[in-house]
Every structure is written in structure tokens, then in C-alpha cells.
């Protein structure tokens, strides 16, 4: 079809005093215009706006015959209303979150999308995640609320987890590069962990299997999330696996992801007892990376008990630490030994040791409570407990073991690493693996307060972007942290008192602007910032934070 601008042109009615305004395109000399459709008499036209043919004859410039119909007459009817000015308060806290996103150009490295509205959904749906954690329906419901005018429709939000989940490998390099532009280059040195997040559905599909829970849900279906940080305790790289999979059964599978997807040929994993398996440190070996992996003390040889046990070859550090040290050769089960040389360092805390006995009554109190008159329970009061201090008697009925209690003592104190970093003293071995509450911190923030758990979606791509949407806000929260208390430390201010994450989100939900919304153009005009009588100085610390991450 041949493209035409348009016209707007007059026709008379039956009575010759009425006259209608048509919308339409010249067909040549000596012809009348094309008609194509009528926007009213002019008498109504100019009640609504006494202005109103020109405002329609300035607006028909913008569209040709090619445009939809339906859209331009709503268009020129909509801009000759009468204007209304709505006053009001929108969130503006998660603008600090949007403007680094904006900084880095994260959503940038993804496909060119045809929907206009993707970036600001992104980006809404991150700094929501953070400062207002929730469903995609009720991030869909709340937009209304917040300083970016997102006008689109909930399958819009959709589409934005298809578009995530199609491009996890551009926003996990466009990640890296702002931590990196942030923070400086990052070491290869990852610690590692897994846990598991629960949905509110018992269906067992896909992904979404019931297995061990770290949350007590052994009924709901659940996904295992695999999680590695740097030593700074930014999140590096994550990996979604079924719910039925074992903690240890991640390992492997994850280091070959961040080779693939990093290009990283020498790393260092630092992990707890849950990874201490032979085949993961077979493979570790076998790929010559380094590794430091707490030891299961316990469930070793009584060999090596023995060898723990005995007082002499310790070294004392001070009055509440020592320890000792072994090495060898590595050993598969056929005893075939290998050119790999192993160390295990057994040390021993005071302190240690005070936790130990303390976090084993507490769990001998809770059975003693929950027993009956004969002292035994049944196995469902000990859901999410492992009954370590106890044994069963019969039909799944427990009591407690006072043997297991009397071997479990003799341990108290004692912590085991397993590694094969010959050239480092004990000491530093230790503190590096000191570092391990890093990626478990991560998962408490993941969990209560990005509230990853309960997951509501269905479909796997969905519930794998929901997963990397949560990622993302961590990583990005994790950064705005770190740089934030850098600085401080950095210049000495206010004593040296640190930012927490809990502080940082309770300071952005207070944060709110007054707003004038005109309801003809759908524009928002930002007045003054909405004043916070229980902390005078919040829009103070605002600027101080903004001006850290974003001007510097």
C-alpha cells in the first residue's frame, strides 16, 4: 500500500449547520478525499476543547495511513481532553538500584527486544526485588506505585523472564565487568555451597522434585541452587539443578559451568564437609585446580580418630588454639595411590568446643521436651532434624543414644581441612577457609531478604530467570554494600560504622517524592522529596550512597 500523510477535512451532515471532521488523504486533482474515518461533528469537538481542531491537525502530522486506524482516532480523541493533575507520593528508593544498573549497561548486552518496555521492567523488577521482594503479579500490581512509569501489560513482565532466560550468559558477563569496574579485578578463588528453595506446589515436574530440604519442606517440590562467591563475598556464578539432587552432586558440574562460560583454567574451591566426596576431589585433582574442603572427622578411619585424638605433635598457637598437621599421597578406592600430595590439618579451639557442647544440648533439650512418658518420640516431631543423638527403637520411634552423645564429645573443638595447597603455612589455609560464612550469608540474604523462596511459577525457563533475577539482585546488592563501606573504612568516616544490607533496604522503602501526574499526557512532574520525621537526615545518607556509586 502506497503511504499517504493525512488530512483532515470537513463534510457536511444532513442538517447543513452540522459539520463533521473526517480523517482521511487527497487522491489527486480534481478528487475528493480519501475518507477513512470520522472524529465527530465540530460542535463536539470543540466543547471537550475549544482548541481542538488545531491540537488534531498538529497530532495528524505524526501518522501516515500505514499507522492502525484505531490507534490514531484514540490518539487525537485523547489529546483534545481536558488535562487533570493527580498529586501524589511514588517509591523512589529503587532509583539508586536502576541508575547503576543504567551505569553498566547491563540490560544493553541483551537481544534487541521488539517491546519498548523491556530495560524499565528489568530494571523495576531488579530494584524491587530488593527493596520490596515478591511475586511477578504483585510486582505487576505495584508498578503504579514507583517513579518509573512502566505502561504495559502483565504479559509483558512475562516475556521479560523469557528474554532473561535466554540470555543468562551476556547479563552473567555484563555482571562480572561491573564488579570488576566497581571493585577491581577478582580473584579465582570461589567458595562454594548448595541449598535448596521450595515451591508451594506437590506435583513433582520438571525441575521442581521434592528431595532434602534445608527448610523443612519435605512434601512441597523443590530446586537445588548451587552458589560460588569471591572473597569479598560478591556472588560470582550460580547453577539451578532438580530438586532430588545432592548437595555433593552439584560440585562438579558447577566448576565445569564457570570454565565454560569464563574461560577460567585455574581456580581454587573452598567448600564445606557437604563436598568432601571422593569423586569431587578426584576431579579437582584431575583438573589441577586447588582446593580447600573441611573434613568429616567423625565418619573417617579410627586410624585417623586415633591420630586426632592423641595430644602430642600439636602445635599451640595461643591459649585457645593449636594444631597439627599430616601429609599424603591421595588413594582411590582400589588404595591406588597417586603423584597427588594431600594435607589435612586438624585444629583445636576452646571456643570451639564451648559451641559445640552448646549446639548438641540444644538438641538433646528439644528431644527431651518433645518426648512421651517413655522417652522416646515419634519420627514425624523430628522432621528436619537428623537424628544424630538418637536411635530407633521400632516402628520409626527414636530415643536417645547415650553412646552417640558420649563419642560425639570427644570430638568438641575439633575442625579438619582437607587441601592440596602445599605451599601456604597453616594458619593462612584456616583464615582463607574462615571466608566460607561469605557464600553462606549470601544464601540467608537470598532467602529472607530477597525472598527467593516460595517460588510461583511453573513453567522451568520461568522458574530458571526467576532464579538469575534473584541472582542479579544479590550480586547488585551485595556490590552496593561493599563499595559503600570500602569508601567509609577507605576515608575514616562516622567511626568507621559499617552499612548492613538490612539498613541499606529499610533506608530506600522510607524513600518517597510528591509528583504531579497529568492524566492527558501520562506524564509525571517530580516535586519535592517526601520528608521522614523518625530520620531527618535519610535524604542526606541517599545522596552520600548515590554520589558513592553512581557520580564516583
Known amino acids: 500500500m502506497k503511504k499517504h500523510n493525512l488530512i483532515l477535512f470537513n463534510v457536511w451532515g444532513s442538517s447543513k449547520d452540522k459539520i463533521y471532521k473526517y480523517v482521511g488523504w487527497t487522491q489527486g486533482y480534481g478528487k475528493a478525499p480519501k475518507r477513512w474515518f470520522s472524529i465527530g461533528n465540530v460542535q463536539t469537538l470543540e466543547k471537550i476543547n475549544p482548541n481542538a481542531i488545531q491540537i488534531i491537525k498538529e497530532k495528524l502530522k505524526l501518522f501516515s495511513n500505514l499507522d492502525d486506524k484505531d490507534k490514531i482516532k484514540t490518539t487525537l480523541l485523547d489529546s483534545i481532553k481536558n488535562s487533570a493533575i493527580i498529586e501524589g507520593s511514588v517509591f523512589i528508593g529503587g532509583e539508586l538500584i536502576e541508575k ?139 547453577k539451578v539443578f532438580k530438586g532430588n539432587t545432592a548437595d555433593s552432586s552439584t560440585l562438579i558440574p558447577f566448576v565445569l559451568d564457570i570454565e565454560s562460560k569464563y574461560n577460567i583454567k585455574n581456580m581454587t574451591i573452598i567448600a564445606d564437609r557437604g563436598m568432601s566426596t571422593a569423586a569431587n576431589i578426584r576431579f579437582l585433582e584431575s583438573k589441577e585446580y586447588n582446593f580447600i574442603i573441611s573434613y568429616r572427622a567423625k565418619i573417617g578411619s579410627q586410624k ?99 553412646s552417640k552423645i558420649d563419642k560425639d564429645k570427644q570430638f568438641d573443638g575439633y575442625y579438619v581441612y582437607e587441601t592440596n595447597i602445599l605451599n601456604l603455612n597453616v594458619l593462612d589455609i584456616v583464615e582463607k577457609y574462615q571466608k566460607q560464612w561469605n557464600i553462606e550469608a549470601n544464601f540467608r540474604s537470598l532467602k529472607g531478604l530477597l525472598n527467593i523462596r516460595p517460588v510461583f511459577l511453573r513453567i522451568d525457563e520461568h522458574i530458571l530467570a526467576h532464579t538469575f533475577l534473584c541472582f542479579i539482585s544479590l550480586v547488585i546488592l551485595k556490590t552496593i554494600i561493599f563499595k559503600i563501606n570500602k569508601h567509609i573504612s577507605d576515608n575514616k568516616l562516622f567511626a568507621n560504622s559499617q552499612l548492613t544490607e538490612v539498613g541499606l533496604v529499610t533506608m530506600l522503602q522510607k524513600l518517597r517524592q510528591r509528583v504531579e501526574f497529568n492524566t492527558l499526557d501520562q506524564q509525571m512532574i517530580f516535586k519535592n522529596r517526601d520528608g521522614v520525621p523518625s530520620d531527618p537526615n535519610i535524604w542526606n545518607r541517599y545522596d552520600f550512597y548515590f554520589d558513592i556509586l553512581i557520580n564516583q
Open 304 to 402: 585417623f580418630k586415633n591420630y586426632l585424638l592423641d595430644p602430642s605433635d600439636y602445635v599451640d598457637v595461643n591459649a585457645d588454639f593449636k594444631y597439627k598437621k599430616e601429609e599424603f599421597y591421595s588413594s582411590y578406592k582400589n588404595k591406588r595411590y597417586t603423584e597427588n600430595i594431600r594435607r589435612r590439618i586438624i585444629t583445636y579451639s576452646k571456643k570451639r568446643a564451648i559451641k559445640d557442647s552448646k549446639a548438641r544440648e540444644e538438641q538433646i533439650q528439644s528431644f527431651i521436651k518433645k518426648q512421651n512418658k517413655d522417652g522416646f518420640i515419634e519420627v514425624n516431631k523430628l522432621f528436619g532434624k537428623k537424628p544424630k543423638y538418637f536411635r530407633e527403637i521400632s516402628n520409626m520411634k527414636f530415643e536417645l543414644d547415650q
Open 100 to 238: 547503576l544498573i543504567e551505569k553498566h549497561n547491563i540490560f544493553e548486552s541483551l537481544p534487541k527486544s521488539r517491546h519498548k518496555n523491556m530495560k524499565q521492567i528489568f530494571n523495576y523488577l531488579i530494584s524491587k526485588r530488593i527493596t520490596d521482594p515478591g511475586s511477578i503479579i504483585n510486582a505487576f500490581d505495584k508498578k503504579d506505585d514507583y517513579s518509573n512509569q512502566i505502561n504495559t501489560s502483565k504479559n509483558s513482565f512475562y516475556r521479560l523472564l523469557d528474554l532473561v532466560y535466554e540470555s543468562q550468559n551476556q547479563l552473567l558477563d555484563s555482571l562480572n565487568k561491573m564488579v570488576i569496574s566497581e571493585l577491581g579485578k577478582r580473584d579465582n578463588e570461589f567458595y562454594f555451597d548448595a541449598s535448596t528453595v521450595y515451591f508451594e506446589t506437590f506435583e513433582g515436574n520438571g525441575l521442581r522434585i521434592p528431595g532434602y530440604s534445608k527448610d523443612a519442606k519435605f512434601k512441597e517440590d523443590q530446586i537445588v541452587i548451587a552458589l560460588a562467591c569471591d572473597k569479598n563475598g560478591i556472588p560470582f556464578h550460580i
